[in-house]
């Protein structure tokens, strides 16, 4: 299980990191967009990703 979590992490940092690499200047105005919203819209979006990845993750293993 140790090898999977570490895979995982491996592959959330290759995919976050495809955006600056291939756009610098669009990763930056959408980060600055992001920096404009309020807490209760950034925790909502953080919410909403986290009960996706629960929903794919629970996909995957059935």
């Known amino acids: 299980?140790?090898?999977?979590?570490?895979?995982?992490l491996a592959l959330v940092l290759?995919?976050?990191g495809l955006w600056p690499?291939?756009?610098p200047g669009?990763?930056?105005?959408?980060f600055t967009q992001?920096?404009?919203l309020r807490d209760g819209q950034l925790r909502f979006f953080g919410?909403?990703?986290i009960a996706l990845g629960l929903?794919?993750?629970w996909l995957l293993a059935n």
Request: glycine share 10%.
């Open 1 to 8: 299980m140790g090898d999977t979590l570490w895979s995982a």
């Open 14 to 16: 290759v995919i976050e």
């Open 21 to 23: 690499f291939l756009s």
């Open 26 to 30: 669009g990763w930056r105005r959408g």
């Open 34 to 36: 992001l920096m404009q």
């Open 47 to 49: 919410l909403c990703s």
């Open 55 to 57: 929903v794919l993750l």
